[in-house]
C-alpha cells in the first residue's frame, strides 16, 4: 500500500481544531505507519498595513497524507470536527486520493512537496525527476537544501554525470 493524500471535510472554521485532534489521535491509535501529515492549505498575504495574514487556500478542509487502511480510515473519518471524505460515496465506500499533479501544485504554493525531506531524502537516495526540463529522468541526490526546499541531483546528460538544480516538489523518490 502506498501513501497518498486525501481531502478530509470539516466544519469551516475548525480546520486547525480537527489538524490538532487528528494528529493527537494517531499518536494515541498508534498509527504513524498509516497517517503521515496533516496540513491546512494556507498562504501568506500582506495587507494594506504590511502585516503578515495567513488565508487558508480551501476553508473547512484538511488534507491527509494516508495509506488507506481500514483502521486508518476509522480513525480520521471518526475525529471529531470530520464531516467526510471527499471522493467518497458514502455508505462505507473508500475515498478518492487526489492526483499527485493536484496535490503537487497545492503543496508547492505552501513551499512543500509530496516528498517529506526531514525523513523520506537523504543525500545518495535515486529520485525521479516530474517536472521542470530534466522531466522524465533518473538521478541521486548530491545535496540537500532544506531551506529554499532544493536538491542537487546528479543525473546522467550526454554520458558525463551532471549536477543539476531541481525544487522539492518536481522530484519523487
Not at 37 to 42: C, D, F, L, T
Not at 75 to 95: C, D, E, L, Y
Request: proline residues 5%; glycine residues 8%.
Amino acid at each position: 500500500m502506498e501513501k497518498l493524500w486525501y481531502v478530509v471535510t470539516t466544519y469551516v472554521g475548525h480546520e486547525a481544531n480537527v489538524k490538532e485532534k487528528l494528529e493527537a489521535r494517531t499518536e494515541s491509535m498508534e498509527m504513524q505507519e498509516n497517517i503521515f501529515r496533516v496540513i491546512i492549505p494556507e498562504t501568506v498575504e500582506i495587507d494594506d498595513k504590511g502585516k503578515e495574514k495567513k488565508k487558508k487556500m480551501f476553508p473547512g478542509y484538511v488534507f491527509v497524507e494516508m495509506v488507506m487502511s481500514d483502521e486508518a480510515w476509522y480513525a480520521v473519518r471518526n475525529t471529531p470536527g470530520v464531516t467526510g471524505f471527499i471522493g467518497s460515496s458514502g455508505k462505507g465506500a473508500k475515498p478518492t486520493p487526489l492526483l499527485p499533479q493536484e496535490i503537487d501544485r497545492i503543496l508547492s504554493n505552501m513551499g512543500m512537496s509530496r516528498v517529506d525531506i526531514d525523513t523520506e531524502l537523504n543525500i545518495g537516495d535515486k529520485v525521479n525527476i516530474v517536472d521542470g526540463p530534466f522531466k522524465d529522468m533518473c538521478g541521486v541526490v548530491e545535496s540537500i537544501d532544506k531551506e529554499n526546499n532544493r536538491l542537487n541531483v546528479l543525473i546522467d546528460l550526454f554520458g558525463k554525470e551532471t549536477p543539476v538544480e531541481v525544487e522539492l516538489f518536481q522530484v519523487n523518490k
